[in-house]
């Protein structure tokens, strides 16, 4: 017998019972370590090869523009929440978090990997894509990765690449139609206050020729002096301020319109590729085949002790 002190006091190591177990349980550790190892090579030669290769792509949400998506945000929320504008004007973590879960729930749908089948050329059902894909994020990153697995390198990139291609696709038609309803909404406002600026104008006018007419009929012909008529000068306050108001409103208005046309492809994209699909393989058969020998090596050890231990208790109640 061999003894070990430790903090916690003696240890006894009992090295000729310990194989004494191995001996008398030999043929319980014989079944176990050829099941365990029977298992572990199905799933490798049957199961786990889908997953030898695996193609990611690093995607993410695009932080350009900030200033006109808080001031979108501002004035038009709802269109601004359904575009994903950054409404804080930065992007924050919170910003990210959400809306890459709410792309991995979107991505993991069984309509969504329906229409990825439908892309495909290739003989693979639902259930088997659902296991494929996957997709993974940091709490404190600004980019996530859509992960895809297969048996060879090509099929794992084909079906990375259809993945995000049918996402983006999908993401750019639904935002496509709040972006148009967006721009109609802001243009039909600016034509509104066209409208009002033609009467504001039509009304200062007014005012200038009344006021212009009153000044010439106060003055006879004797008088001699020279009369400056000013038709844009001396309108009364209220109507000034009314004037630069809506004129101001009305450039405001016209800049968020601009920004809109301009930056069509930024309101209408959903996720912004970061990298090119790169393709690794995941797995070798040699490792995989090392680590089941190990497995059940470690399982049916384990699993001989407790035989050992629970057939000691009942012969031990049966004394």
């Given at each position: 017998m061999k003894k070990e002190d430790n903090k916690y006091g003696p240890v006894a190591v009992d090295i000729k019972n310990i194989l004494g177990v191995f001996k008398k349980r030999k043929w319980f550790f014989a079944g176990a370590f050829l099941a365990i190892l029977f298992i572990g090579l199905i799933f490798n030669f049957f199961i786990a090869r889908d997953y030898q290769y695996r193609a990611s792509t690093v995607v993410t949400l695009p932080t350009d523009n900030l200033k006109f998506q808080k001031i979108i945000s501002d004035e038009y929320p709802q269109e601004a929440s359904i575009l994903w504008l950054i409404k804080e004007g930065k992007p924050s973590n919170n910003f990210f978090n959400h809306h890459l879960k709410v792309i991995t729930l979107e991505i993991s749908s069984e309509e969504f990997l329906n229409e990825v089948i439908y892309n495909l050329d290739m003989d693979i059902n639902l259930r088997h894509l659902k296991r494929m894909v996957l997709t993974e994020y940091g709490g404190n990153e600004s980019f996530f990765i859509i992960n895809t697995f297969y048996r060879n390198p090509e099929d794992a990139k084909k079906i990375n690449e259809t993945v995000i291609d049918t996402y983006t696709d999908q993401k750019e038609e639904s935002f496509r139609k709040v972006y148009d309803e967006l721009v109609d909404k802001v243009e039909e406002e600016i034509f509104t206050l066209e409208e009002d600026l033609s009467e504001l104008s039509l009304e200062a006018e007014g005012y200038a020729i009344s006021f212009n007419k009153e000044?010439?009929?106060?003055?006879t012909v004797e008088d001699n002096?020279?009369?400056e008529l000013k038709p844009a000068g001396f309108l009364p306050p209220e109507l000034e301020n009314q004037i630069d108001r809506t004129t101001g409103r009305y450039n405001y208005l016209r800049d968020i319109l601009d920004n809109l046309v301009n930056n069509e492809k930024f309101y209408t994209g959903s996720i912004e590729i970061v990298s090119g699909t790169?393709?690794?393989?995941?797995?070798?058969?040699?490792?995989n085949i090392l680590l089941s020998v190990a497995a059940a090596l470690v399982i049916s050890t384990v699993f001989i002790y407790i035989i050992d231990f629970i057939i000691s208790i009942k012969n031990k109640n049966r004394r």
């Open positions: 000044l010439i009929e106060n003055f002096i020279t009369i790169r393709v690794d393989e995941n797995f070798t058969y040699f490792r």
